[in-house]
């Protein structure tokens, strides 16, 4: 994998139980195309996640409603928080409990919608 690849130009495939989690040296390379994301591992799974912040609610749900128009159009779902004036967005591929490519893909997407 090269650095000139990016993420957002790229659209999920369909992940598998035996598709293969990222590599370390994947991982390296993806985490620097968002930078603002978080690794965090629960219950031994791998996860990206990042909280948005904004001034109030309403805000707040229609970023998560683009969030959901985008999940579908790509058939692959985080798990959503949504609060007032936040929602924390948690990307991870349920079927290999663990981080792919597709994952990185739709964190670099989700930093598009914030713009509204």
């Known amino acids: 994998m090269t650095d000139d690849i990016k993420l957002i130009e790229e659209r999920c495939e369909a992940c598998k139980a035996d598709a293969p989690q990222v590599t370390d040296e994947e991982l390296k390379n993806f985490i620097k195309q968002i930078p603002d994301w978080n690794v965090e591992i629960r219950d031994g799974v791998m996860q990206l996640e990042k909280v948005f912040l904004f001034k109030g ?9 683009r969030i959901g128009g985008l999940s579908e159009s790509m058939a692959h779902h985080p798990a959503l928080l949504t609060e007032w004036g936040k929602v924390t967005v948690t990307w991870w591929s349920h079927k290999i409990k663990g981080l792919h490519r597709n994952d990185f893909i739709m964190a670099a997407k989700t930093d598009l919608l914030e713009e509204g």
């Open 57 to 65: 609610f309403m805000p707040a749900l229609a970023f998560t409603n």
